[in-house]
């Protein structure tokens, strides 16, 4: 009696379980021919605060924070690159990719367009900013991403797609987003400048100290020899002996980074370099070794920690390392002489150049356009 019991509970709970896996099936059933046949239309990124640009400037400066432009999908240009800093990071060395350090000091966009050469050592010319936007994409120590996968990530963002065809008459290509990055990077300069205002004629622009600072540019201290011309830079390329930061050599993700860098490069003594050789890594040319690009001065107000590993803190102990006619590192001939400045006179140089900075853009950063799901058999 009590087997008859168990076995009447038992198929009446099997029958049940029948019957509500009949009704899951048939709701799914539904469901995937409502998806197939029936399908939604994707939301309209515009609805949610994305609009389609307008210009290859404002693709571009979309492109500039969007994180899908990174391996994964974690940083942007603009982590290192910010407004509120002059477009740099504010820090000594770069940060680099997700778990990576880098080993130089992440310049200023600002000008970087009307500069002869860019990056520290020189690698890219200005008129050629779309290799330079490619290095920095692609790069494993700065965004580390294959163009391929970039490019299709734009095409599952339909604000992208959009705005390609609109301003490029063409589907999205790796390319014209390297163009149109490079168009935003090319279009920020400095702006509402004190200096330039006084050389415009406003003298109230600079202090009766940071005029007498910029005499001294100009004159006694030599300033002006390397930083000349409206950007105050002659784009060429020097070896000054600045010390080396330990931290590259001491912390093993910079150098990491540094050997692996320099590998590819193809100097031969990559294994054993304990100093950055600059321009030599890029030529090979022993008379390169320790020289790097003449940054402009626009934004040295702006700009801490300088040169090209981030050594010095502040101004004054830029101007008191060229006062002591500059250093020597590795196998490097310096090019300085001591200046014989007072410390007066290194007080006037260094007011002088920290007014030099235009005022802080203020650059909201986009609204970024979501993915969206591609309607099955669509374009």
């Known amino acids: ?15 049940t379980l029948l019957a509500v896996a009949a009704v899951l099936a048939a709701s799914a059933g539904a469901l995937s021919a409502n998806a197939l046949h029936d399908p939604q239309p994707p939301t309209d990124s515009r609805q949610q605060g994305a609009t389609t640009p307008a210009s290859v400037e404002e693709l571009g400066h979309l492109l500039f924070y969007d994180n899908r432009l990174s391996g994964d999908a974690s940083v942007s240009c603009a982590s290192c690159h910010a407004p509120e800093t002059a477009w740099t990071d504010g820090q000594a060395l770069s940060a680099g990719y997700r778990s990576t350090l880098h080993f130089r000091n992440t310049p200023t966009i600002l000008n970087a367009g009307r500069m002869e050469r860019l990056d520290w050592d020189g690698r890219f010319a200005a008129r050629d900013m779309d290799s330079l936007v490619r290095d920095h994409i692609a790069e494993a120590h700065f965004m580390n991403i294959d163009g391929r996968l970039l490019v299709e990530r734009m095409k599952q963002t339909p604000v992208y797609e959009e705005a390609f065809q609109r301003l490029y008459g063409s589907e999205v290509s790796y390319g014209k987003v390297l163009n149109a990055l490079s168009s935003f990077v090319s279009s920020r300069n400095s702006v509402n400048h004190p200096y330039l205002r006084y050389l415009e004629g406003d003298e109230s622009a600079l202090d009766s100290q940071q005029q007498a600072g910029l005499e001294l540019f100009q004159g006694k201290a030599g300033c002006a020899a390397c930083h000349s011309g409206e950007l105050l830079s002659d784009g060429g390329m ?119 900075g235009s005022e802080e853009e203020a650059v909201a950063p986009p609204e970024m356009p979501p993915y969206e799901l591609r309607v099955l058999g669509s374009n």
């Open 238 to 356: 020097h070896a000054i002996g600045a010390p080396d930061n330990p931290e590259i050599f001491s912390d093993p993700l910079r150098h990491i980074t540094f050997r692996r860098f320099m590998r590819l490069q193809g100097v031969p003594e990559y294994v054993s370099l304990r100093s950055d050789p600059g321009l030599y890594a890029v030529t090979n040319d022993e008379a390169d070794r320790g020289k790097f690009r003449t940054p402009s001065l626009l934004e040295a107000g702006r700009t801490a920690p300088y040169m090209h590993n981030g050594v010095f803190t502040d101004l004054e102990e830029v101007v008191r390392f060229y006062n002591d006619g500059g250093g020597a590192g590795e196998n490097i001939a310096p090019e300085l002489k001591p200046l014989g400045l007072t410390d007066t006179e290194i007080e006037s140089l260094a007011a002088f150049l920290s007014v030099m």
């Open 1 to 15: 009696m009590t087997g008859q019991i168990w076995r009447g509970m038992f198929v009446n709970r099997f029958v």
